[in-house]
Every structure is written in structure tokens, then in C-alpha cells.
């Protein structure tokens, strides 16, 4: 199976930095995912590592310690609209390629 | 480019009554997820489509949830009859399922679901 642990909250001021990790038990996974979902709307896909290391693509980064079953969502120079719920995701391999498992979720708060 | 759409945005309906949703998704786009959100949860996998054909329906509850694509195109999620734990946000997603490697998904707007 597959078992996703995220902090439930995290708060920061505008301008600062943020990491919100994720670690994971699985029975075996292609790559990990994170997704942004602001109140009342869709998961957007944010970043993706199918390999350890770090990912980034502007104000995110994301990183993978598949040795650690670890990862985490950096986000730099918060801004309030960063304000939203983020998931970790992993994604199935072989029969269950593209079945996403969420984690529960962390609730961002940026403060002005 | 269109992104997926979803109808209707909300619903609400009364324990054992029947309700359907019905997804479109982006064009192109071979492979069609339905998730059931429920309040401070992460998205939960119900069925998974490639084209026309069932990929994954391990966790829909088959005794009263049930899901059809068939023109490979868009998909209706029907429950019948609603359970007060049915209440949710049912999310449509699709990915290019090209089958390679991994594809990012694009999720809907969702339908919120009230079973009262």
C-alpha cells in the first residue's frame, strides 16, 4: 500500500521561505508529486521527481531522498497568493502507472 | 486550450437519492481519472479510464457507484442511492496517457456533492 505523511498546517510571512515535507512508506512508486488547490478549486500540478535530487521551476523547488522516503515543496519568496492546500503525491508504477496516492494535505497561510 | 470541465459545480440531494456527474475532458486526452475529495483529505483514485476501457476501479464501491466512458471521450459518475458519507467534492482529471512515462494530470473545477 501506500501511506503519505504531511504536516496538517504551516504558516509564514510574505517575502520568506517555506518547506513543507513529505515522508512516505509505499510498496513502490515511479516518481512523487506536489499539488497546489486553492479553496473551492482544482489541484494544479506544481512539480515532479521521478529521481532523487532537486527540482526547480521559478519560485518552487521540490526534492526527493527515495532513500530517506522523503521529499519536500520549497517555496521561495512567498507571496499571499500562495496562500492554498499542498499535496504530495506519489504515482504507481508498473500495473498502477498514473494512479496518483494523495497525502492529506498542508494548509499554507501567508501573512502580510 | 480548454481545460476539464465538470458538471453540474454543485449538488445537493437528500440520502438514497440518485445523482450523476459528468466530465469532459481535455482534448486528446486518453486517459480520464475520477476522485472522490472529501473535506481535509487529500484526492482519492475511484476509476481510471484509458480511452473506453477500465484501468483501475479497485476503490469505487461497486454496489452503488458506477462509472461509464463510452466513446472514450467524456464520462458520467453515477451513485445510486447516496450515502451521508457519499458528501465530497467529485474531481475529473486527465492526462495524455501516452503510456510511456509519466503524464502530468489536469484536474476540473470538481462537483461538491451535500447529501443530506
Known amino acids: 500500500g501506500q501511506s503519505l505523511e504531511q504536516p496538517s498546517e504551516v504558516t509564514a510571512v510574505e517575502g520568506a521561505i517555506v518547506q513543507i515535507n513529505c515522508t512516505y512508506q509505499t510498496s513502490g512508486f515511479y516518481g512523487l508529486s506536489w499539488y497546489q488547490q486553492h479553496d473551492g478549486g482544482a489541484p494544479t500540478f506544481l512539480s515532479y521527481n521521478a529521481l532523487d535530487g532537486l527540482e526547480e521551476t521559478g519560485r518552487f523547488s521540490s526534492f526527493l531522498s527515495r532513500s530517506d522516503s522523503y521529499g519536500y515543496l520549497l517555496l521561495q519568496e512567498l507571496q499571499m497568493k500562495d496562500s492554498a492546500s499542498y499535496f504530495c503525491a506519489v504515482e504507481g508504477r508498473g500495473s498502477t502507472l498514473g494512479r496518483l496516492y494523495f497525502g492529506r494535505g498542508t494548509q499554507l497561510t501567508v501573512w502580510p | 486550450e480548454a481545460g476539464v470541465a465538470q458538471s453540474p459545480r454543485y449538488k445537493i440531494i437528500e440520502k438514497r437519492q440518485s445523482v450523476a456527474f459528468w466530465c469532459n475532458p481535455i482534448?486528446?486526452?486518453?486517459?480520464l481519472y475520477w476522485y472522490q475529495q472529501i473535506l481535509g483529505q487529500g484526492p482519492k483514485l475511484l476509476i481510471q479510464f484509458q480511452n473506453n476501457g477500465v484501468v483501475d476501479d479497485s476503490q469505487l464501491p461497486k454496489d452503488r457507484f458506477s462509472a461509464e466512458r463510452l466513446k472514450g471521450v467524456d464520462s458520467t459518475l453515477k451513485i445510486q442511492p447516496a450515502k451521508l458519507e457519499d458528501s465530497a467534492v467529485y474531481l475529473c482529471a486527465s492526462s495524455l496517457g501516452t503510456g510511456v512515462n509519466t503524464d502530468t494530470q489536469y484536474f476540473g473545477p470538481g462537483t461538491r456533492l451535500t447529501v443530506l
Open positions: 482534448s486528446g486526452h486518453a486517459t
